[in-house]
């Protein structure tokens, strides 16, 4: 998974923004990215493009949970919503960061409820350290026990 996360900016989905990880802390829970401002992920007027941002903070959350969490537990994406706050000119960049506390928090709420929705805010900044934008990250963590009876509910679906 770590060699993975060093070559994020390789994957596909990522590759045309030029995502790079510039931080990954061995246990998983930090991890820094930046974007440099390309003449592929400009927007109309010039400035970085609102999916390229958007795409900056989208698979790290999902992973540091998945991996943290362990394998007993479903950790997904749920949902996200993303607030502009100024034009990105040059290069960006995004911190994620989880701690022993909030992961502790997360743990007891799972052993008493059995499944939660993880909130995140992720500030995507440039060189001088300016918010261009406020990314809410939702991830939904449940024990595997909970996601499967929550499945059958649900009739099947995730």
């Known amino acids: 998974m770590i060699w993975w996360l060093r070559h994020i900016g390789w994957w596909p989905p990522l590759f045309g923004t030029g995502i790079q990880v510039t931080r990954l802390d061995k246990d998983l829970r930090a991890i820094d990215v930046e974007m440099p401002l390309r003449p592929w992920n ?42 502009y706050k100024k034009p990105g000119l040059g290069r960006v960049g995004a911190e994620f960061r989880l701690t022993a506390e909030r992961l502790a928090e997360i743990r007891e709420t799972l052993g008493a409820e059995g499944r939660t929705d993880v909130r995140f805010l992720v500030e995507v900044k440039d060189d001088g350290g300016g918010v261009v934008a406020e990314v809410e990250r939702v991830v939904y963590c449940a024990t595997k026990i909970a996601h499967e009876e929550r499945k059958k509910i649900r009739g099947g679906g995730g």
Not at 47 to 67: E, H, K, N, R
Request: proline content about 5%; charged content about 15%; aromatic content about 16%.
């Open 42 to 83: 400009r927007n109309y007027v010039g400035v970085q493009f609102g999916g390229s941002l958007f795409a900056l903070t989208d698979p790290f959350y999902m992973i540091m949970l998945a991996t943290n969490l362990g394998p007993e537990y479903v950790v997904w994406d749920k949902a996200a919503s993303i607030k």
